[in-house]
Structure formats: C-alpha cells, structure tokens
C-alpha cells in the first residue's frame, strides 16, 4: 500500500472546503455534482461522469407528516454511491491509475465499477459471497473482475486490503475523494430548498459516506454563512447490526463489538464501520440521533412506499422505517431522507417479502 493509501483515514476532509462557498460560482449549465465543480477536488474538465446528480426532491407524505425525498434510487448505476465514485475515479484518472480495487457489499462497487468502465480504469471488486445476484450481475456488466469472498464484510474489506498493497484503493470507507463527492447531497438539498437548510436530515448508518459527506457539505454552506443552521442528522441502523446505535446510547466516542445477525438491510450491515467514530461524532455535532429498525419495520415501510408508486431497495426502506421512528423523537418542520437504492437491485429479496 503507498503512502497516500496509508494515510487516507488521516485525513481532515474539511480542509478540502478552505474556500468559502459562493452560490454565484454554482454552474446550472452544467448540470448534475458538477455543478458544483468549484468546491469539488477534481476541476470538470477531468470529470469522469455519467449525468449523476442533481435528483429530484419531492414532498411524500408519510403518516400524515409532509417530508422531502430526494430519489437517490435514479442515479446512472441506481444508488447515490455514484457522487462518491465519479469525484472518486476522476481523482484516479487524473493521477494516472490504471488499475483499482474495491471492496462493497453491493452498491459502491456497482459505482465503482461503473466509473471505471467509463474512465478506461480495470476494476477489481470484492463482495462478500451471498451478495445480491442482480448487483453481482450489474458488477459484472460493467467488465470490472468480480472477487466473491466467503465471510463477513469485514473479511471482504481485508481482502481488497490486501490487494490493495499492488493497485490503488478505491475504497468508498477509507479514500476522501469520496465523501467529496457525497457532499453534494447537502449541497443539492440546500439549493433545492432556496439556499435554506432542513431542520432534520435522516441517513443510513452502514460505513457513513453519506452521513459523512451531508456532515461536510452542510458544514462548508453554514461556515459560508450560506445556511444559517447545521440540520439535525438522524442516523439509521438495522437492530440486527447496530455498533453505532449501541455506543452512542451508551455515551461512548467509538463503535461498540456486536453479534451482527441477518438483516433485509444487508446495505448498513456494517458490524465495524472504520470511520465509526467520525460517524458518532458528526451526529452528536449536530444535535442529532441514532436509531435502529427491525426487519418488519423496514418490510412495513417497504410496503409504504410501494404503495405510492416507489420501487426500492430493503435498505433504502430501512432509513423510511428510521424516519419514521424519529418523528416522534426529533423536533423539527422541514424533514429530508432519500431513498438510497432502487427496487431493481434486490429483486430476489422483494419476491420473497411479497410471495411471504
């Protein structure tokens, strides 16, 4: 591993904001993340992109409260790990790699794997064995080398690791370029909003890129003095998988040791999130909490939101069934959360919850 791969965990991803944000610099022509390329670390003119970003925000009412949606579930690869891979893989083209490595329980290494395809990068993605068939075809599509891994996440993430050490490490957890790109989403939701922040914000809790980049994005616009509020980040995890939820309920600054057990929200099943403390420490920050949700609570808002027309992924559910939940614990009037992946990529799994 060289020596930028060793130090990317150390890295202070707000020095990357050490300009003020200037909503006069923000380029509508352009469409998408990149509009935003003057505080973004990869200038457009050396964008791999594929028309990511800028989804929708839509108001749904969920049990008789209006909140805002932004439908993350649209992006090119179906998920909003694309604002992380483009700035992410444009970086790496930039430099000159020509070979990554990734390791995903699904949906970033979709991403990457796309990003690359795109940037004429070779890709080797490792996923965990029982990884969802749809995104280990989608994987596969793109030309990227699918490494199956018997074992946990983790054993998936010590085996890019390893690889790591003779290709660069396109890693979603431990490279900044990443989170630079999850920034957006603050970015975008502030826009969309007229340049106002929500008062709460609800995100899934797997490997916090993007509760991490929502902490830094939202914090770059209210350092700039362009919102007046750091929105309340309220962080979803499975009950099955919460090392989060656990330490912060217990005070503590890191995650905790869990028995992680099987979960429909395989997406922020993450029983020892690297950047945990990062995670605690930005929703402690902005007055926020965490919460947990059980299979059927995440089966049941499944079934909401398809019922007004939603066709999502069992985690994307899981952070619904989390606001849910927050609604009677957060004061705020202006909720947003996103539905973080499409229906398209867990078909097996909703054919079960609907032939149950």
């Known amino acids: 591993m060289n020596l930028e791969q060793n130090t990317f965990k150390s890295y202070n991803n707000e020095l990357f904001n050490s300009d003020l944000f200037?909503?006069?610099?923000?380029?509508?022509?352009?469409?998408?993340?990149?509009?935003?390329h003057h505080f973004l670390p990869v200038d457009y003119k050396d964008a791999v992109t594929l028309g990511e970003g800028f989804t929708p925000l839509l108001q749904i009412e969920l049990f008789g409260k209006q909140v805002f949606v932004k439908q993350e579930q649209l992006f090119p690869t179906g998920s909003y790990k694309d604002r992380g891979a483009s700035v992410l893989m444009s970086?790496?083209?930039?430099?000159?790699?020509?070979?990554?490595?990734?390791?995903?329980?699904?949906?970033?290494?979709?991403?990457?794997?796309a990003y690359a395809a795109n940037a004429g990068i070779g890709c080797d993605i490792f996923v965990p064995a029982?990884?969802?068939?749809?995104?280990?075809?989608?994987v596969r599509a793109y030309g990227a080398n699918l490494v199956l891994v018997d074992g946990d996440r983790q054993a998936t993430a010590a085996a890019a690791l390893l690889a790591s050490?003779?290709?660069?490490?396109?890693?979603?957890?431990?490279?900044?370029?990443?989170l630079q790109g999850t920034k957006t989403f603050a970015y975008e939701v502030c826009e969309q909003l007229g340049w106002k922040a929500p008062?709460?914000?609800?995100?899934?809790?797997?490997?916090?890129?993007?509760?991490l980049g929502c902490y830094i994005g939202f914090k770059h616009l209210f350092d700039s003095n362009v919102i007046t509020q750091m929105p309340k980040i309220v962080a979803v995890q499975s009950a099955h998988c919460a090392p989060l939820y656990e330490a912060w309920k217990q005070g503590l600054n890191e995650p905790v040791k869990v028995n992680s057990g099987h979960t429909l929200a395989e997406g922020i099943a993450i029983a020892e999130p690297?950047?945990?403390?990062e995670m605690i420490s930005a929703v402690t920050k902005t007055q926020g909490?965490?919460?947990?949700?059980?299979?059927?609570?995440?089966?049941g808002a499944l079934k909401l939101c398809s019922s007004k027309g939603f066709y999502i992924e069992p985690t994307s559910a899981a952070t619904i069934a989390g606001l849910i939940k927050a609604q009677g614990i957060v004061e705020g009037e202006t909720w947003v959360t996103l539905f973080s992946g499409h229906g398209l990529k867990s078909t097996e799994k909703l054919l079960a919850i609907l032939d149950a």
């Open 274 to 277: 690297i950047r945990g403390n």
């Open 199 to 211: 008062d709460v914000v609800v995100l899934p809790a797997g490997n916090g890129t993007l509760i």
């Open 91 to 113: 970086y790496a083209k930039k430099i000159g790699v020509t070979h990554v490595v990734q390791d995903s329980s699904g949906n970033a290494g979709c991403s990457i794997a």
């Open 130 to 138: 029982d990884t969802s068939s749809a995104k280990l075809a989608q």
């Open 289 to 299: 909490v965490f919460v947990t949700v059980s299979d059927d609570e995440v089966i």
């Open 165 to 178: 050490q003779k290709s660069y490490y396109a890693s979603h957890c431990y490279n900044p370029y990443f």
């Open 22 to 36: 200037d909503v006069n610099l923000v380029n509508g022509n352009l469409g998408g993340i990149w509009r935003y």
